[in-house]
């Protein structure tokens, strides 16, 4: 089976830094997903890591460690706009994509 | 290309009607998913093909769900005897079915059951 777990809401200041962690146990792995949906609307991808380490892509970083079954998701300098759900995906062998609940982030000027 | 579309973005209907959605995926993308989600919670999967083959169906799903991809290109979902419970976005999503490669998501069906 998959388990996908991830805190429910957080909140941030705007300009800060915050750090969206996930944990996963699947049965099989190829890769972890990390993507953003605001309310009302599709999800949008925002990271993949199939290996072990950190992607960096502008204000965004996505950190994997296949051994402990953890990611995590560092956003930088904190906009009003990031307001939304951020959702952790897990892939496995079989190309199937499996969702955590989503962590809500609350920005606060 | 526009990205993958669902139809209808709305549907409300009676408790006890059929409906069916259907989700045109973006070219050549031989992965398609269906996932339900509810308000405040992830992206529920449901179940995923590769052309016309379908992998795997959700075991949380009931008999009432049924999901086609007859020519490996668009693919509809039709949940029968809808009840309140099933009220939720549908949402679709592709991608091309290499391993580094993402899921782009549709904007979703609204189902209001009544």
């Known amino acids: 089976g998959q388990n996908i777990d991830q805190p429910t809401e957080m909140t941030a200041t705007e300009g800060a830094i915050v750090q969206i962690n996930c944990t996963y146990q699947?049965?099989?792995?190829?890769?972890l997903f990390w993507y953003q949906q605001h309310a009302g609307e599709a999800p949008t991808f925002l990271s993949y890591?199939?290996?072990?380490g950190l992607e960096e892509k502008g204000r965004f970083s996505s950190f994997l460690s296949r051994s402990k079954g953890y990611s995590y998701l560092l956003l930088k300098e904190l906009q009003m706009k990031d307001s939304a759900s951020y959702l952790c995906?897990?892939?496995?062998?079989?190309?199937?994509?499996?969702f955590g609940k989503g962590t809500r982030l609350h920005i606060l000027p | 290309d526009t990205g993958v579309s669902q139809d209808p973005r709305h549907k409300i209907t009676k408790r006890g009607q059929n409906v069916t959605f259907r989700c045109d995926p973006i070219?050549?993308?031989?992965?398609l998913y269906w996932y339900r989600q509810t308000l405040g919670q992830g992206p529920e999967f449901l179940t995923y093909?590769?052309?016309?083959?379908?992998?795997?169906k959700s075991r949380l799903l009931s008999d009432r769900f049924s999901a086609e991809r007859p020519k490996g290109s668009f693919s509809t979902l039709e949940i029968q005897r809808t009840e309140q419970g099933d009220s939720a976005m549908y949402l679709c999503?592709?991608?091309?079915?290499?391993?580094?490669?993402?899921?782009?998501f549709g904007q979703g069906t609204r189902l209001t059951v009544v």
């Open positions: 999503a592709s991608s091309p079915g290499w391993t580094n490669t993402e899921a782009f």
């Open positions: 699947t049965s099989g792995f190829n890769g």
């Open positions: 890591n199939v290996l072990d």
């Open positions: 995906a897990v892939r496995d062998l079989d190309d199937k994509i499996i």
């Open positions: 070219s050549e993308h031989n992965r």
């Open positions: 093909f590769q052309n016309e083959a379908q992998l795997e």
